[in-house]
């Protein structure tokens, strides 16, 4: 009997159902592997910089000689003030009331890595919401959906609610630019499979 090992080609270095979905949605296989890594800047950054530094830390805490590695993180930006994951239901609604009304930035750092080939870029989505009733914000923090998404909300799910306008990738919004990332994945031997 022989027994046939097949090692996926990609390692995702994220935990997040929307990012390995939205992997599978374009046929490109792979094998999670959550990266453990203190999520804050060693000193004040843009949220550009932020994130391309926590996607770098996140892909070398976690690659292997000869996987291919693929990290990113995604941040809300409005005023200069970085936005991540509310720790609880007052941070969610605070969250709600600044972005209520006003347009905001989803900027999200990827990182693809193999031994000492690295790339690392951004993806920046403008979004603006709608005001937000007082009602919403209250039955919306009350779910589970705010607490794991950067900005606490999911346009991809009841959050969408709260979209009146989208300039740029939808994708990058969910978690995971897919096009660009698609792009520089075939520079890694990795091809989308439309079958």
């Known amino acids: 009997m022989i027994l046939m090992i097949t090692q996926h080609p990609l390692i995702l270095a994220s935990a997040s159902p929307r990012r390995t979905e939205l992997l599978r949605q374009i046929g490109v296989p792979h094998t999670i592997r959550p990266a453990d890594v203190l999520e804050e800047a060693p000193y004040p950054m843009t949220a550009d910089e932020y994130v391309m530094y926590l996607s770098r830390k996140k892909a070398r805490a976690v690659a292997k000689p000869g996987e291919i590695v693929l990290a990113a993180d995604t941040v809300v930006a409005l005023d200069q003030q970085i936005l991540e994951k509310p720790a609880d239901q007052p941070a969610?609604?605070?969250?709600?009331?600044?972005?209520?009304?006003?347009?905001?930035?989803?900027?999200?750092?990827?990182?693809?890595?193999?031994?000492?080939?690295?790339?690392?870029?951004?993806?920046?989505?403008?979004?603006?919401?709608?005001?937000?009733?007082?009602?919403?914000?209250?039955?919306?923090?009350?779910?589970?959906?705010?607490?794991d998404k950067a900005g606490g909300y999911g346009i991809q799910g009841k959050g969408g609610l709260f979209v009146e306008a989208i300039d740029g990738d939808y994708y990058n919004v969910v978690g995971l630019p897919i096009n660009p990332i698609s792009r520089r994945l075939e520079a890694f031997g990795i091809e989308p499979m439309f079958a």
């Open 92 to 147: 969610a609604l605070e969250m709600f009331r600044l972005l209520s009304g006003r347009t905001h930035e989803v900027v999200t750092g990827v990182t693809l890595l193999q031994d000492e080939r690295e790339e690392t870029f951004t993806v920046t989505t403008t979004v603006r919401f709608c005001e937000i009733p007082e009602s919403w914000m209250l039955s919306y923090a009350a779910t589970d959906e705010p607490y």
